[in-house]
């Protein structure tokens, strides 16, 4: 383990490009953040969580939606690499993985989001955030 975490380390401290990029990649993200964030949080239904299952989705085009899942699930894969770089890094690695994971396909996902909407801190803090943006507050 000591190994690769040498040759991680001089690989990035003595790659001046690789750190410039790893820079402006935690900036950005720290950035869209601040901004994007908030405003996904005020999108989101009111009702979205009430229900037990998910309300299932017809698509108007078959082709164009299957491109776009694949699309969604190779960036949120993309964006849970750059959030674990970010883990060792300055960034905002955590946050990073998190948005890939809401972003992402993977099976139980829906329940695992009302599960995590449901804790008292996380809920009070999504309904601060989308009073603000005058939204009105998540039903559970």
Known sequence: MTEIWQWLTEYILGNAQLL?????GS???LLASFFLIPLVIA?????YFSD???KPYAPKNLLLYILYKILKNVFGLLLVLLGFVLL???GQGLICILVASVMM?????FRFQ?????KKPLLKSLNWVRKIAGAGPLEI
């Not at 999108?43 to 009702?47: E, H, L, Q």
């Not at 396909?105 to 996902?109: L, S, T």
């Open 52 to 54: 037990e299952h998910r």
């Open 105 to 109: 396909d993977y099976p139980g996902k």
């Open 27 to 29: 900036v950005i993200s």
């Open 88 to 90: 060792f890094t300055p």
């Open 114 to 118: 009302r599960y995590l909407v449901s």
């Open 20 to 24: 410039n990029f790893i820079l402006i």
């Open 43 to 47: 999108k989101i239904p009111a009702d």
